[in-house]
């Protein structure tokens, strides 16, 4: 059973992001003086009180203007009022009342859903100053500050009878499996996540930029829990002179580090750019499972189909535990055939081995290729441990390992992916020396010794 919704509405600049993350305790909704910067829908699950749980959507802020993504922004609040069953109208109080909000309110009332009227930015305001907001007819305005913490009390107070009597089960609380979809501007990720939703859950607009926070989506398919990261395209460190695109590439960062599995779409009209190479840089450095998919395939023809593979044989070399798909987003064609590599990339990832099982492909890894002499001395690998899981991190021991050579550690790491039968997962791999019994302790002569080490010192100095 599904937790009762809040969705928050207004027009652009009011402040429903500030409550967003002030309800969820967290940071997942950007926010900035910026006007107009949530576009999508954005879910978090929200505790009100002791045992009573929501969730609550951040809604995109409507406006006047007849431009494409705007008209988006009022398809996605119209879906989110659909699916709630409590609606926050916020107003700024510093602004009054405004033409826009007498506009959204005249919408409200056909709607019929338990709407509160929340007053944000009302700092030190009192309740008799606010006469102006009972203008809209929709009760008794709750003031707040979002930014503050103050009135947030009121507000759940009134709430919590508006809600229905729905306890969340544990089951409700997981995320299955994370999957971020990754890549630059305009490559096709929106339309993916809809295409697997089924929905125009995210906007998908012929428009690069056109997500700019990193939007949380959960779903289930087949009996598996699934939470999709629709990512802001990431651009080139001299393309972000945007500040609101500096902080989408720092929400896409934490994306990456909050996901199981990624998803790089890749653009097959242009291959692997300069960009998707740091991409894919950034996704090995974090030790995310990765799939890479190659996007608008149905649009190229058989000799540019061969030029694109021959292209991402070489410059996919650094990650070749990757495998590559070719899918249509717009179309779906190959979509449906990703869902089975994602899950065995995730148990890849989150496979834990058996310490014989390391130590005898450790075995193998000696009998096949004898570790390299560094400065003089051999590396001796005497026995290895998994330490930890997404990614794999293999622990191991023996003598002279400090500075183990990197193409003896990619022989290692290609003979643990295949030996392990891992897919689409890097493994980590770590390093520990053996001390020395004898370091810091200084040998001790006897008097015989000392002895012959002075007739030594003599014999020496003669010649």
């Not at 652009?12 to 900035?32: E, H």
């Not at 107070?157 to 501007?185: C, F």
């Not at 989506?217 to 395209?233: S, V």
């Not at 064609?333 to 005898?360: D, E, H, M, R, Y």
């Amino acid at each position: 059973m599904a937790l009762p919704i809040i969705a928050l509405v207004g027009r652009a600049n009011v402040g429903k992001s500030t409550l967003f993350n002030r309800l969820s305790r967290s940071r997942q909704a950007l926010v900035s003086d910026f006007e107009g910067l949530t576009r999508d829908r954005q879910y978090a699950e929200i505790s009100l009180d002791d045992g009573v749980l929501a969730t609550i959507i951040d809604t995109g802020g409507l406006t006047h203007k007849d431009h494409q993504i705007d008209t988006e922004i009022k398809g996605q609040v119209l879906n989110a009022l659909e699916e709630s069953d409590v609606i926050y109208f916020i107003l700024s109080s510093r602004d009054g009342l405004t033409a826009l909000d007498l506009q959204i309110a005249s919408e409200l009332r056909k709607i019929k859903k338990n709407i509160i009227l929340v007053c944000n930015k009302a700092e030190g305001l009192d309740l008799s100053l606010a006469a102006e907001f009972y203008e809209i007819g929709l009760g008794e305005p709750i003031l707040i500050s979002a930014e503050h913490g103050q009135g947030i009390d009121d507000l759940i107070e009134k709430t919590l009878p508006l809600l229905p009597e729905i306890t969340a089960t544990p089951e409700q609380k997981t995320a299955g499996i994370a999957v971020a979809v990754l890549g630059r501007p305009n490559v096709g990720k929106s339309t993916l996540i809809n295409k697997i939703l089924g929905e125009q859950r995210v906007l998908a607009l012929d428009l690069p930029g056109t997500t700019r926070d990193s939007i949380y989506i959960p779903f289930e398919r087949e009996g598996q829990a699934y939470t999709l990261i629709d990512t802001a395209g990431i651009r080139r460190k001299r393309s972000t002179n945007d500040k609101i695109e500096k902080f989408s590439i720092i929400k896409s960062i934490d994306a990456i580090e909050k996901s199981q599995v990624v998803i790089l779409l890749l653009d097959a009209n242009e291959g692997v750019t300069e960009q998707d190479a740091t991409l894919l840089g950034m996704i090995a450095e974090k030790g995310r499972a990765l799939m890479i998919c190659l996007n608008k395939w149905d649009g190229l023809d058989e000799y540019q189909k061969s030029e694109v593979r021959r292209k991402l044989d070489i410059k996919l070399s650094f990650v070749s535990y990757a495998t590559v798909h070719t899918i249509s987003a717009l179309h779906g064609s190959g979509v449906g055939k990703l869902f089975a590599p994602i899950q065995q990339a995730f148990a890849s990832a989150g496979k834990q081995n058996s310490t014989s099982k390391l130590n005898k492909i450790l075995e193998k890894a000696n009998a096949g290729h004898q570790p390299p002499p560094v400065k003089g001395r051999r590396l001796r690998l005497k026995f290895v441990h998994q330490a930890d899981v997404f990614p794999p991190t293999f622990t191991f021991h023996g003598n002279h390992l400090n500075q183990v050579p990197k193409a003896y550690e990619r022989y290692l790491q290609n003979l643990f992916i295949k030996e392990l039968q891992l897919t689409n997962t890097p493994i980590k791999m770590e390093y520990k020396s053996g001390e020395n019994p004898f370091k810091d302790k200084k040998n001790v002569l006897n008097n015989r010794q000392i002895a012959k080490k002075r007739r030594l010192m003599k014999f020496a100095k003669k010649r």
